[in-house]
């Protein structure tokens, strides 16, 4: 089932918006505080040069400072954003020589202009001021004492101009942002466009198309390419062993009802009763041969292509291999062998599985066992106890099976190389899916002198419950 | 336009306490009763077309205009109580200086915004008149000398004629006249010779007046032959009904003179007041100021005899208007004016000391 979990595009602008929403908060911050940083730098340079300039105006008569305060000085102060200014020009003791200053200049503030200028921003009379004060040293002939200028303006044109430095930062960080975004879409776009294009050609496959794909795809992609080609490769293997298993069948199938057909036809021209006694006899053994086949072929695709989620329960392996045991030893089949059993661990065996699927997995064992080997032959059954596991074996003293043949047995109608005998080469394979569906290890072994042992791993359990 | 209604609560919350500050601050009930004062350093008689207009205009506001003298006028400012609406003075550095202390309330209208950036501050206070400062002389001046048409050719005369001149020539006295003395600051900015010209009118012992309408009715009496510094405004009025007085326009250079006008800080009527300023900025107050008194409008594109733009026609680019700025705070620096009057006097009495 195909689940989207939201786009990528809205992802990406999700994240986009929050990074830049706190990156931007800090960088909003660090603007203002910097562009008006900037703008009371740039203004009190002008208080600086307003006071520079009526410092310049200051002279002594008689033992007096006097100062002509100079027209340019008070049009420095106003600078163009014609702010309110005022000026003061202190004596030693604090006492305006000239001024305009309606307010008086604070003690703590005379004192604190004698060594170096400062400049302080203070409110009064309901408006923001910016004042500036330093101490000039001014030699007259009669006493050589130091005058304090200061001066002040209304902070109207600072605020204007940071206002405005700060607009200008703001819209570049915004239309920075606008461009940001507008890249992200077409990158996405652009790193978008393998994908859509590989999705027109998934689009645009024949269904039955299973060749590997044609398309270039950027490095990122190669990996979901790739498995695209595995998957493809796997589809064509499983359906070309479809084919070639029904092909197969129909094969196996087709023999034996060929036989039934040629030896009803030759019992109907005959008019011997006798002999359509004998050819009845042959077509009821073949059509029990067929139908057994067909049997298995049937149990053999149910367990590999319908599958199905059985009910795995704890099984004591011991009851389960001597109750199969019994039914096999006094069956037909086992009339001329050996059949028996070897001793089994002490205690129950518990593994989880389903009960029809072992019994039917040993019956398909014991049953090939009897095939194909010669009558007298021993057969085995036994159970060995591991540490994590079970390893349940079906062991024979039959011929045996050469090892270049040994790893195809599990084909289905693979009869390792003994065509002429009358199993249908199903069991293995059918043995093989049940032990897939336990989640069992099937390995086939020789033995020595000659013999064959089939092998079942089986995981242990521990039994929880019914004891 | 759709107005959004406020939230039932902040009606409910706003109305009492807007009510209780109106209470408290009584504005409405003034705003209504007292008239629109203006405090103004301007004639009546001269300014009447314009104040008939706003009348005719604004029939709703009773409009009372009180002419005085620019240092009264300045002192209203300040002492004023309750402060006048409207101030208007041809003092230019004392109006800046009380608009730098801050008496003046901002003027945001498309008038304000649209007047010229030289003849304004801070949209606190604008210059609203051009008045041309000019040199008057009687007829019978011509009959012994070339009438000077500069600042030199005034010097000349006063050198070379000073016994002619005794006592015939007038001008402002810069002590107690505060236009008087913000037209020789300006004049000193310009040139150092300006104290040779004061010395020369120390030689002929100039008569100082304190106000225009003085020098004029003293040159139509014969008192005086010779005016410098008169306010072009009321000499060109003067000269039409006075065919005995010529003015002169100096062809040097022309001082421009600008009314100032702003609204108290403390205006009783506000509103009205701003609707008075307005109309002295708007273009149909300038065209009555163009058309129909010699004030001399400010605006560009406005036609009439009075406009700066006719003023510069003909005296070409000469033309000097005292800079609307901060430079203007230095002229009422007391130190700077007892040193410049100092100097006045003394070079003013020059030739006296020279003969002692």
Known sequence: ?467 | MKVPSLPPVSRFTWGPLVLVLMLVLGEPARALASPLVVEAALDRDVVAPLLEAFQANHPDIDLDFRDRSTLEVDDLVVQGDPAPDVVISSAMPWQMARVNEGYALPLDSPQSRNWPAWAKWRDEVFGFTFEPIVMAYRLDLTKHMMPPRTHADLHTLLTTQHDLLQQKVTTYSPLTSGIGYTLFQQDARYSLRFWDLVAGMGRVDAQLEDNTRAMLEGISEGRYWLGYNLLGSYAMVWAQDHPEVIVQLPQDYSLVMMRMAFVHRAAPNPDAAKVFVNFLLSREGQRVLAGQTPLFSVLPGIIGPYTAQRLRDQVGERIYPIPLNASLLAFVDPQRRSAFLARWRREFRRELRLDD
């Open chain 1, 1 to 467: 089932m195909i689940e989207v979990t939201g786009s990528l595009k809205r992802q990406l602008a999700v994240w986009l918006l929050v990074t830049v929403t706190g990156l931007g908060a800090l960088l909003m911050v660090e603007a203002w505080r910097s562009t008006h940083r900037a703008a009371e730098r740039a203004f009190d340079s002008q208080l600086e040069a307003a006071a520079m300039t009526i410092a310049e105006a200051v002279q002594w008569e008689e033992g007096e400072p006097v100062v002509e305060v100079p027209a340019a000085a008070l049009q420095i102060l106003a600078t163009r954003h014609q702010e309110r200014v005022f000026y003061s020009v202190l004596d030693t003791s604090g006492e305006p020589v000239s001024a305009n200053m309606p307010f008086s200049i604070a003690p703590g503030w005379r004192e604190q202009v004698t060594n170096e200028p400062w400049a302080v921003t203070a409110t009064l009379d309901d408006t923001s001021w910016r004042f500036y004060g330093r101490e000039y040293d001014s030699a007259g002939w009669i006493s050589q004492e130091p005058v304090q200028i200061w001066v002040g303006h209304t902070r109207e044109g600072r605020k204007a101009l940071a206002d405005e430095l700060f607009e200008r930062s703001v819209s570049h960080f915004v239309a920075m942002v606008l461009l940001a975004g507008t890249l992200m879409v077409m990158t996405m776009r652009v790193a978008l466009a393998p994908m859509r294009r590989l999705r027109h050609l998934l689009r645009r496959r024949e269904a039955d198309d299973m060749r590997p794909l044609d398309a270039r795809v950027p490095e990122e992609m190669r990996e979901l390419a790739n498995t695209l080609d595995h998957l493809f490769d796997r589809q064509r293997q499983s359906r070309e062993s479809l084919l070639r298993f029904t092909a197969d069948a129909s094969h196996q199938l087709k023999t034996p009802l060929a036989g039934l057909q040629s030896t009803s036809e030759l019992a109907l021209q005959s008019s011997d009763p006798a002999q359509w006694h004998a050819a009845l006899a042959t077509v009821h053994d073949g059509a029990e041969r067929t139908s057994r086949l067909a049997g298995q072929l049937l149990s053999l695709v149910r367990l590999r292509h319908i599958g199905g989620e059985g009910i795995a329960t704890p099984l004591d392996m011991n009851g389960v291999l001597r109750e199969t045991l019994l039914d096999w030893a006094g069956s037909e089949a086992a009339r001329e062998h050996d059949l028996g059993l070897a001793e089994l661990p002490s205690g129950p065996v518990w593994v989880r599985a389903e009960k029809w699927a072992i019994r039917e997995l040993l019956g398909n064992l014991i049953d090939n066992a009897l095939r194909y080997t010669p009558p007298g032959s021993e057969i085995t059954l036994g159970l060995e106890r591991h540490d994590d596991e079970t390893v349940l074996f079906v062991e024979d003293n039959g011929p045996g099976v050469a090892d270049e043949t040994r790893d195809r047995l599990l084909q289905p109608f693979e009869r390792g190389g003994r065509q002429g005998t009358d199993g249908s080469g199903l069991g293995l394979a059918i043995v093989d899916s049940i032990a897939q569906r336990c989640g069992a290890r099937l390995t086939l072994e020789s033995l020595k002198p000659h013999g064959l042992v089939v092998k079942l791993h089986l995981p242990l359990c521990e039994n929880e419950g019914t004891p």
